[in-house]
Each structure stands twice: as structure tokens, then as C-alpha cells.
């Protein structure tokens, strides 16, 4: 945990006190003189509305409610607080001064921002929403521009509260919480989806999967793996059967081989929902799983109870009937719109999550497969990517989901992804230049997934060559961007820290960029700024400490400190490189690429600055299944630059970019060093 918050100010000599006798409980924590964490109370009730501080002896017991508190240091960075109480609600108060700021809880971007201000909501999936529907990754844990986060351990429902100036509160329903407060301290694929919208000349969805697959191949557009939404199967709703209906797929396990042999896994929808007269229904029934008084009589339909072992196990089982035929993957859907109890999404959302995984692993193995969920609690984000919902097919659904993005990152997801262009559309939408400013956000995410159909596919009317030609270079980009992608994926899994950065995780200093909800670092190389509104113009702002390069022409200079207005064709985004970068680029996974000989390859671009002595990147070998270290020192004084690499695993090129053009040097296997002289950067140098 404490790596999560790794860029917050250094911290030393922490005192903690804790004040009780007959006043309202409370844990101070300071450095010297400096107030660093205030929970100015704990919290307990009969009801939401019946909550009060609680008050405490010395010893913890609790006087006015009965019950204990506790609290130890179980690291030098965390604290753990753990409340047990005769009440039915559990919760607690934390203060900072009036113009304080709180980050995290939720995905979705209450009033397209990135803070939490006024913002007052439950632990649970949203429904329709401002710019995104059901953006639902959750988490019960937020951050402080005052240097701390604080995370309460439980899957019970529960609420926050940001609305008072300068306050946190949160409120579980449970007699029992444990919650930690953190004290500060020094993917790779594009989805294409096809629903039951066919092509001209096309009589089933196994012929619409091909005729993607040709004009992918034509216009030699990169892509990885595809997946059928709803309709695809028999039976109520077209889910429930685990099958997929002959109507749709004549020859189901032929079909998903020829997808793997064109280089496409392929995945399906899922959810935890039983629609009426489906086997999933009738066998869940006559085993009393349902949730009592959900009808199925409605679109909804009830949910399984998972946390029934025979439940459980049966859905488990019936999932193997999707793996058998080859696919890989899920797409889990739903889980918020009231086929269970409310407190209940958090438990039976992981339970769900949980067991999708478990079938993909048993089949596939780890890392062989790609799940990705709308609704997400955090103790799942080890076993399922997320999407942000039904983001609306405008630009203010783009704002949203740039916005939501960023935020996603702040609550620990990392593997997120958005429907490229919008999920909630007109019969034209998404309009060109709107889609093609989304393409280029959708390079500059972890994942580019795409949502294609009838009305709604970049090479057939109304869309022109143009927004095809941007769907290429986008893509392709995309995929050229894998290694750098597949590196701070793995980095995520190990501290923490999503690639999707909200700007002051990458630049603490600089107080203008707490709020900033259009920009974002893109791991630590990269500033991406898109464009999200109509028109192709915008104010881009360059945090201060550092200077950057304009990374598609690699042209123009900004210094730190600045804004600038830029406006942009289609076929262009605001996305600039820090000085001192190094960007693992190249071409490491096949995917669909048959249209030449196909080879890996790796492409180490590299932006000296003699501003920067040392810059390091940590590259992940997946080979080796671990990291492989690139290293770049300047000499001013020599106007020299080298470049010293571990075993990288794949063979390549060192690009260096300075003022009089690139300079190549090839990777050697193994370990390597290249010098180069006579270097001028394309950075000022102070």
C-alpha cells in the first residue's frame, strides 16, 4: 500500500495520539508540530441516519454504544484502526483544512471531475449518469492532497460523504470494520464487437467476424482479440443455455479456431443474472439459489446467490462449456441494475469475478486470457480488467470518460478500457471527428477496445477513407506501443500504480494540476492532453520541472510552467514525451499482423536531456517474467549520451532523437552499451 502512494511528500519522526476519556474518539497523527492525519471521530448507529461519534476510554472500550476500538502501527506507513461495536453501523469523520482536496472511491467522474467535492454516493454500481452510463469500478479508499489514504476492509455496503468543506465521511453497514490509514512515504489488445448488427452481404454473425477480419487485413489494421456481446446464444435474453445459438454460429468450435488461426482470441458476455426459462434459471430455481422476491418476469432478471457453495460450483462448471469451444475470455456485464439485494453487489460482484477467473485459469492458465467487468469492487482488480460503462457517443461522453479514466487509476485499476466512440448511440454516432478523437485517447489507454456495428463501422457509409486511415494509424500505434504498455502493466501489479496517472502523482509540486481532469500522465514518460471537445483546439498546460517534446513530430519544444493553445487535424493528438525518456516501442505480439513476414522487434526510443544526468526504464522480458533494466547517462561537458541495457530479450534498435535527427544503434543479445558523441539535445539545457 505504501507504494501506492509513493509520490506524496516524505514524511519522518511520526507521532500518533489518541484522544478518548468521554470525549468523541479520535486518532491525530503528527510530524513534530506538523498535523498530518486527523480522524476527528469514529463513527457508530442504529441506522445511516442515526450516526454519532462514538465515545472511548482509555482502555477502547466504547462508552456510549458498547464495544471496542483498536488501533496498532502495523508498518511504519500504516496504521490499522479496527472497530467493533453493539451497533449495526460502522464508520469514521477525517478533517483536513477547508480547501483540502479527497481523490478516489468511485470510477465514475462526478461532475466531470477528478476530486470529490460535494460528492455524497454509496459503495455500489451508478445507473444512468452524466456522459457515462454504469461506471461502476469501485473502491473503499481515498487519497488526500494533505498525504495520506485511508481503506476500509470490507465488502459490506456502505457510503461516503466529501459534501462538508474539508471532511471525509464514510459509514458501512457492519458491527465490525477494519480500516487502514496510509501515511505518505518516499492492454494490449483492441476488441472488436459484434452484436446482432450485420454488414451488407452478411447472413450471420460468424460471416460478420470475417468481414472485419478482411478489411482489418486489408487496410492492415492491428488487433488482438474480438467479442460477442448479446445476442450470441438460445434461450430468454440469449443468455443462460451456455451455448451459442446455431442461428448466429453454425459451426461454433470451427469458427473460434479460424479466429485464433487469423490471430484473434475470442471472448463473450457474461453476467450473473438467471433470465426466465433458461437452464441457468430452471436449475437455480429447483435449488432455491435466487435471491428471494427478484422476479424474472422483468428485463433484469435475479442473480445467483454465489455465496451458496453449490451455487457457486454449478455456475463455475456450466461456464466450462464457453472454454471447451475456445474462448478466452469474458466480458461481465451487469451486477448494479437491482437483481439482488444493494448490499449485496460488492460480495456477490467478487464472488462472480472470482469465478470467471477461476474457469478462464483452469482452462487457459494465468495471463492466457482477458476478462474485463463494468461493475468491479477492488479486491477483484487481480482478476478482471474494466470498461467505464455506457459512455454516451458525444463529446461530453468523451470528457467523461478521460475523466473517469484518470480516476479509475486513483483507486488501483490499472487494466481499464473504454467503448471507442461511445456506447449509448444515434443511428449515425459516432460522428467522424468525434471517433477519431477518441481513437487517438482510446492509443494513450491500457487497452483500445472498439465497438463496431451496422451505422456504427469506421470503412462502410457514413464514415469515409479518412476516419479509416486514423482507426489505422491509431491502432497500429497502439499496438506499436506494447512494450512500454506491457511494462507498466506489470509495474501496476507489483506497487500498485496504474499507467493512466492523474497529473499530480507525477508532479506533487506543482499545485495547479490537483484538479486537472482533460490531462494525464501516461505512465512517467508521456503528457497526453486529448481533445474533448468539438473543433480540434484546446489549452494544453505543461507541469512545472520539466521541459517536452511533441511526440508524434518530434518537433516542438514546451517548457514546463506554460500553456499553449494548440489546435488539430483529425489525424493528430496533444501527447508529448518528458525530456530524459526512455519508451520501449516495437512490435513483441502477432496478433492479426498476416498481411507480411511478421518478426518481434524492439525499438528503444530514447529523448536525452543534459537537464537529466540519469534516467532509467524498468522494461518487463515477458519471457523471463521479469524486468530487465535500460539505463541513459548524458555528459554535458563530453556532449555525450550512453545507453547500457540488460537482456531485453528481443531483438531491435536504439533510436536516440536530438537536434540534428536520430541516431541508430542495434541491440546486441544480451547485455549491450552504446555510446553516443557529439550529442545535441533537442532540450534547452539550464
Known amino acids: ?18 484522544a478518548t476519556s468521554q470525549k468523541p474518539f479520535s486518532i491525530i497523527i503528527n510530524n513534530g508540530n506538523q498535523l498530518v492525519v486527523n480522524n476527528s471521530a469514529v463513527l457508530t448507529g442504529s441506522s445511516n441516519s442515526s450516526i454519532s461519534p462514538i465515545v472511548a476510554s482509555s482502555s477502547g472500550a466504547i462508552a456510549n454504544h ?33 480547501d483540502g482536496l479527497f481523490y478516489g472511491v468511485w470510477e465514475y467522474p462526478f461532475f466531470d471531475q477528478i476530486t470529490n467535492t460535494n460528492v455524497e454516493f454509496d459503495l455500489k454500481g451508478l445507473g444512468d449518469s452524466e456522459g457515462v452510463n454504469w461506471s461502476n469500478a469501485r473502491a473503499p479508499f481515498f487519497i488526500t492532497n494533505a498525504g495520506y489514504g485511508v481503506y476500509a476492509d470490507t465488502l459490506e455496503m456502505g457510503s461516503f460523504d466529501f459534501t462538508t468543506s474539508g471532511q471525509a465521511q464514510f459509514i458501512f453497514n457492519t458491527s465490525s470494520l477494519v480500516y487502514y490509514i496510509i501515511l505518505p512515504n518516499r492492454l494490449e489488445t483492441i476488441n472488436q464487437s459484434c452484436k446482432k448488427d450485420f454488414h451488407d452481404g452478411v447472413s450471420n454473425a460468424q460471416e460478420n467476424y470475417y468481414d472485419v477480419i478482411n478489411h482489418l487485413y486489408y487496410n492492415e489494421i492491428r488487433a488482438t482479440s474480438m467479442f460477442a456481446d448479446r445476442p450470441y446464444g438460445t434461450g430468454n435474453m440469449s443468455f443462460g443455455n451456455f451455448d451459442l445459438d446455431p442461428t448466429f454460429y453454425p459451426t461454433p468450435g470451427q469458427f473460434i479456431a479460424n479466429l485464433s488461426d487469423h490471430g484473434f482470441d475470442f471472448q463473450v458476455w457474461v453476467a450473473n443474472r438467471a433470465f426466465l426459462n433458461t437452464e441457468l434459471y430452471n436449475d437455480s430455481v429447483a435449488n432455491d439459489w435466487l435471491f428471494p ?58 464472488l462472480f469475478e472470482q469465478l470467471c477467473y477461476e474457469n478462464m485459469v483452469s482452462k487457459w492458465g494465468e495471463s492466457n486470457f482477458y476478462n474485463f467487468a463494468r461493475s468491479a469492487v477492488d479486491r477483484s482488480r487481480s482478476r478482471t480488467a474494466v470498461w467505464n460503462g455506457d459512455s454516451h457517443s458525444n463529446f461530453t461522453g468523451l470528457a467523461y ?62 464514415y469515409t477513407s479518412r476516419l479509416v486511415s486514423v482507426l489505422k494509424q491509431t491502432a497500429n500505434l497502439h499496438a506499436s506501443l506494447l512494450p512500454y504498455i506491457k511494462s507498466y502493466t506489470y509495474h501496476a501489479t507489483q506497487t500498485g500504480v496504474p499507467i493512466i496517472r492523474a497529473l499530480f502523482l507525477e508532479y506533487p509540486h506543482d499545485p495547479k494540476v490537483y484538479t486537472t481532469t482533460d490531462s494525464y500522465a501516461f505512465g512517467e514518460e508521456f503528457l497526453v492532453a486529448p481533445i474533448v471537445t468539438e473543433g480540434g483546439t484546446r ?58 513476414k511478421w518478426e518481434p522487434y524492439l525499438e528503444i526510443q530514447a529523448f536525452p536531456s543534459y537537464n537529466v544526468p540519469a534516467s532509467q526504464f524498468e522494461y518487463y522480458n515477458a519471457v523471463q517474467n521479469g524486468t530487465a533494466t535500460i539505463t541513459m547517462v548524458t555528459d554535458k561537458r563530453e556532449k555525450s549520451v550512453i545507453i547500457t541495457y540488460e537482456d531485453l530479450g528481443t531483438p531491435g534498435t536504439i533510436i536516440v532523437y536530438g537536434k540534428d535527427g536520430q541516431r541508430n544503434a542495434t541491440l546486441t543479445a544480451g547485455r549491450g552499451s552504446v555510446l553516443f558523441r557529439g550529442f545535441v539535445s533537442l532540450f534547452g539545457e539550464s
Open 1 to 18: 500500500m505504501d507504494r501506492l502512494l509513493r509520490l506524496l511528500a516524505a514524511l519522518s519522526l511520526i507521532h500518533l495520539s489518541v
Open 539 to 596: 489549452d494544453v498546460y505543461f507541469p512545472s520541472g520539466s521541459s517536452y517534446l511533441e511526440y508524434i513530430n518530434k518537433t516542438d519544444v514546451y517548457q514546463g510552467g506554460t500553456t499553449h493553445p494548440v489546435s488539430l487535424e483529425w489525424e493528430y493528438v496533444p501527447v508529448y514525451v518528458r525530456e530524459g525518456a526512455i519508451i520501449p516501442t516495437g512490435d513483441i505480439y502477432q496478433g492479426n499482423q498476416r498481411w507480411t
Open 293 to 350: 422476491g427478484y422476479s424474472a418476469e422483468t428485463f433484469l432478471g435475479p442473480a445467483l446467490n454465489l455465496s451458496i457453495p453449490a451455487a457457486y460450483s454449478y455456475f463455475l462448471d456450466r461456464l466450462s462449456a464457453f472454454t471447451d469451444l475456445g474462448v478466452k475470455g469474458y466480458k461481465i456485464d451487469r451486477g448494479e441494475e437491482e437483481e439482488m439485494p444493494v448490499y449485496e453487489q460488492n460480495i456477490q460482484m467478487s
Open 401 to 462: 470518460s478521460v475523466a473517469s479514466g484518470i480516476r479509475a487509476g486513483l483507486i488501483g485499476f490499472s487494466q481499464w478500457a473504454v467503448d471507442c466512440g461511445g456506447y449509448i448511440r444515434g443511428v449515425n454516432d459516432p460522428e467522424e471527428e468525434l471517433w477519431a478523437r477518441w481513437m487517438h485517447f482510446s492509443t494513450f489507454s491500457p487497452t483500445y477496445e472498439i465497438m463496431i456495428g451496422t451505422n456504427h463501422t469506421p470503412w462502410y457509409p457514413p
Open 66 to 98: 458498547g464495544g471496542q476500538v483498536t488501533y496498532r502501527r502495523v508498518s511504519p506507513n500504516v496504521v490499522k484502526v479496527q472497530v467493533d461495536t453493539n451497533s449495526s453501523y460502522t464508520g469514521a469523520r477525517f478533517t483536513v483544512p477547508n
